[in-house]
């Protein structure tokens, strides 16, 4: 069974930084795409970025270009969001999603985590 543990949310001041991480546990046999989205109150959930196996040519939402950053560590099946310049705007349930196999012989499947908090007060 694959579980995902975000970690790294809280509250921060507009301007501050704050770094989300996404654990990937389990039976993974190899983790394809994975990302972050993001859910705020009465909005659909959208995504924020999200990387490739090899890290390259990362997506972003045009909203966060320039002060958000993905990153992955294969090793440990783990993807980074380093959030800069937070704004208001940016608060937000923050969630983590992988597209991983479990097993050679199964298909890609999507995973989620249970989401974290990101609060940026004015």
């Known amino acids: 069974q694959v579980h995902l543990v975000e970690s790294g949310g809280g509250l921060v001041q507009a301007g501050g930084s704050l770094r989300l991480s996404c654990a990937a546990s389990?039976?993974?046999?190899?983790?394809?795409?994975m990302g972050w989205y993001r859910q705020a109150p009465g909005k659909q959930r959208e995504l924020v970025a999200a990387v490739t196996t090899t890290g390259g040519n990362p997506t972003y939402a045009d909203s966060v270009k320039g002060r958000f950053t993905i990153s992955r560590d294969n090793g440990k099946n783990t993807v980074y969001l380093q959030m800069n310049s937070l704004k208001p705007e940016d608060t937000a349930v923050y969630y983590c999603?992988?597209?991983?196999?479990?097993?050679?012989?199964?298909?890609?499947?999507?995973?989620w985590g249970q989401g974290t908090q990101v609060t940026v007060s004015s």
């Open positions: 999603n992988a597209d991983l196999r479990e097993r050679p012989s199964t298909n890609l499947r999507t995973f």
């Open positions: 389990g039976s993974i046999y190899i983790a394809n795409r």
